[in-house]
């Protein structure tokens, strides 16, 4: 026997008690919860309207009684309650309605679960949870949801002002918005995130015009960066995480990014004003904002760059107008204030790479803005000298005997790596080369090097960051001095035997190997009879050792220590070896012309001109001249001044310096000649066919790590090959070269 189908009215006036007793728990008012009892039998009373057989199975008006009773709640409890309410007491309400209907939904799904597992899911019907969720959103949210959004962000704003707000309710209200979308975040984003944002975007583009007229450059950004980091606690205390960056994204746009220039080139206070008064934890605050945004640190290293550029170029109008009022006044020569710039230079440079090193967290930008900047003003002439010759008299100034730089060791190793960092922003490296080439010589020849650690040291370094080729001639000058002095013991042992009733001079000589030393004038002079004898003597030595070499003497290099015998005391003479030879001649003559003078000794007339000029014009007058004026005449006669006298009973009489910048700058051009020849052949030999503009590109890439060729000069040289059959042009081809093998 089949047992009584349920009727429709009658089960569902058990549910409608059940609900009523939802309600009335709801509102505190019995008890908190349903017995097992009760739960049971309305379970039981839903599965068996879901159960009967046709026509009495009663899933779809069940489904459909589930829904209304939400609305009917919705409408008649929920609404009434909210209209009555405004401001943060209507977000509290809504807060606990929500809570109310969840735990409202949850029981009816209970008591409808046997509805929900097999008709919803049959039918493809909302789950009941979900169509609970969705009638509240229906009926409730879709009204609010403009009041609510601009209710929190009004919070917000007064948050943002600085008073206190509920954020635990605020977190609650954004809660409903998340778990109303049923797992999406399309409602949150669209009816509130939206708002939210463009009121954001408001508030800070109100904030930032006020401040940018108040506040200098370092506060404004302190103010900006403070919001930036509230805004992200604000999102950790109640907003989505996924609000984050879209909510920095509109504070950084409406402070920083649309505001940009205001803030980098603001008057007194600007990205400027903050490097040059050294404003380092200002400059990490603006380094950290602009990074946040598109292309800004583009416009930071800009003005990086220019800010490097601008005092480079101060500091040569500084030291080219010391130069040129103490050249007017007779007090100091240009050389000294190229040494004062390259110091300078290189302290600018420490500066500034301090501030990329902990201000920019070493950003690859700023390295290039400050190469950029510093190839742009180093590379102009400062005091008469070029950057490549100041930094090799710079480099002389340290390396040298009695150099103004007193340092330790350390301090000048330090020093020395400035120093190849300052030559890599120079185009005309070959010229350092030549220049610090020459000067060393005169350091290694004429015993002026403080220390010969420090010279290899400093031509390691060239040689890390340059290449072989670059210091290859300068160790093998270090390499030969280093021979040199073993060479001298062995001619000290060979000289033992010399017999001590015969005059003896004390013979030093430096054996220079041609092609690593820089070129020196010199000249078959007539050495006085005590100095041919121990030449020759040294060369029956060297021959005995060396016997495919040639020696040439380079006397003008040489120097001499004699003793002259004035009436008032004899006075040791430091001069030249052709000072030396000069003076001898006064041995056997009391009085010579110059035109003896030139004879005998077969001196060039600018060579003797400055002979006699160091010796009867100078600071020492070691010969009286006739008549008695600064210049010298083919007329003049000299003779032994016996009455010259001293404080010092040793003194150095120098000649007057010459100027070998000129020679220098001859011998690199010559050089550059060869390297283009030799770059030009070595392209058209791998390539065998090109064009004239590749050509004169791939030369200049080739050449560019040791000087900027002159693409005039390029041409010319190509010229030069194809009269010297080295290429030729293509008949068929405008402005193309062909390599003949």
């Known amino acids: 026997m089949e047992p009584t189908p349920v009727e429709l009215e009658t089960g569902w006036r058990d549910m409608d008690a059940g609900v009523a007793r939802l309600k009335r728990i709801l509102h505190g008012v019995d008890g908190v919860s349903f017995s097992s009892q009760e739960y049971i039998h309305l379970y039981t009373t839903i599965f068996n309207m879901c159960t009967q057989k046709p026509p009495h199975d009663y899933s779809k008006q069940l489904y459909e009684r589930y829904k209304k009773t939400l609305e009917d709640y919705i409408k008649s409890t929920v609404l009434p309650s909210m209209k009555e309410k405004h401001g943060e007491f209507l977000l509290r309400e809504l807060v606990q309605r929500w809570k109310n209907h969840k735990v409202m939904v949850r029981w009816l799904s209970r008591f409808f679960h046997y509805l929900d597992r097999y008709y919803v899911s049959r039918k493809l019907l909302l789950p009941l949870r979900e169509l609970g969720m969705s ?188 130069a040129n009022s103490r050249k007017v006044n007779h007090l100091c020569i240009p050389p000294l204030f190229c040494i004062d710039f390259v110091r300078k230079a290189i302290e600018l440079h420490q500066k500034h790479l301090t501030y990329i090193t902990n201000c920019f967290q070493n950003q690859t930008a700023f390295h290039k803005a400050l190469k950029e900047a510093f190839e742009l003003f180093c590379n102009k002439d400062v005091a008469g000298c070029s950057s ?20 330790s060791d350390e301090a000048v190793e330090e020093t020395l790596d400035k120093v190849v960092n300052i030559l890599t922003y120079i185009s005309d490296k070959d010229l ?29 370094k060239l040689k890390q960051y340059f290449g072989g080729q670059f210091t290859s001639k300068m160790e093998g000058m270090l390499t030969d001095m280093a021979t040199a002095r073993e060479r001298q013991t062995k001619f000290e042992a060979y000289m033992d035997p010399w017999p001590e009733s015969c005059p003896r001079v004390d013979l030093s000589v430096t054996v220079l190997t041609t092609g690593f030393w820089p070129s020196y004038k010199t000249f078959n002079i007539n050495l006085p009879t005590e100095m041919i004898k121990f030449v020759e003597l040294y060369k029956n030595f060297y021959n005995e050792n060396q016997k495919h ?47 003896d003078i030139v004879t005998q000794l077969n001196l060039p007339d600018d060579d003797a001109v400055r002979l006699l000029h160091s010796l009867s014009c100078a600071k020492y007058k070691i010969l009286d001249k006739e008549p008695s004026n600064r210049t010298i005449s083919p007329s003049d006669m000299f003779q032994f001044n016996d009455k010259f006298t001293d404080k010092m009973r040793r003194i150095k009489v120098p000649l007057p310096p010459t100027d070998e910048k000129k020679k220098v700058i001859e011998d690199v051009n010559k050089d550059r000649r060869f390297s283009i020849d030799a770059s030009i052949v070595r392209i058209m030999k791998s390539r065998k066919v090109m064009s004239h503009q590749q050509l004169v590109t791939e030369c200049v890439e080739q050449l560019s790590r040791m000087f900027k060729p002159d693409i005039k000069i390029i041409k010319r040289r190509i010229e030069d090959l194809i009269s010297r059959e080295y290429l030729e042009r293509d008949l068929e081809t405008a402005n193309t070269y062909r390599y003949l093998a």
Request: charged residues 30%.
């Open 432 to 460: 350092f080369v030549e220049f610090h080439r020459k000067k060393l010589g005169k350091r290694l020849l004429f015993d002026r090097s403080a220390n010969n650690e420090h010279e290899l040291s400093l031509l390691s």
């Open 549 to 595: 070499r040639k020696l040439n003497w380079i006397y003008s290099m040489g120097s001499c220590n004699i003793i002259a015998r004035f009436e008032a005391r004899p006075v040791e003479l430091i001069v030249t070896t052709y000072q030396a030879a000069l003076l001898l001649l006064f041995n056997e003559a009391d009085r010579l012309s110059y035109s």
């Open 135 to 322: 009638c509240f959103h229906d009926l409730v949210f879709s009204e609010l949801k403009t009041t609510l959004a601009a209710i929190i962000i009004d919070m917000v704003d007064h948050e943002r002002d600085g008073q206190l707000i509920d954020r635990a309710l605020v977190k609650d209200v954004l809660d409903i918005y998340v778990e109303i979308g049923r797992g999406s975040m399309a409602v949150y984003e669209q009816d509130f995130e939206e708002a939210f944002c463009k009121g954001t975007a408001d508030y800070y583009s109100k904030k930032a015009q006020t401040w940018m007229l108040e506040d200098s450059c370092a506060e404004y950004m302190f103010k900006a960066e403070e919001c930036l980091q509230k805004e992200k606690e604000r999102v950790a205390h109640y907003l989505h995480s996924t609000t984050e960056p879209k909510l920095l994204l509109e504070t950084l746009s409406e402070l920083i990014s649309k505001r940009a220039e205001q803030i980098l080139n603001k008057e007194n206070s600007g990205c400027r004003v903050l490097l040059l008064d050294g404003k380092t934890e200002d400059l990490s605050r603006m380094y950290r904002l602009f990074s946040k945004m598109d292309g800004g640190l583009s416009q930071v290293s800009q003005i990086f760059k220019e800010h490097v550029n601008e005092e480079g170029m101060s500091l040569i109008k500084h030291v080219t107008d010391a």
């Open 388 to 407: 490549a010759e100041s930094l090799a008299a710079f480099c002389d100034n340290i390396l040298r005997k009695g150099g103004s730089e007193k340092l």
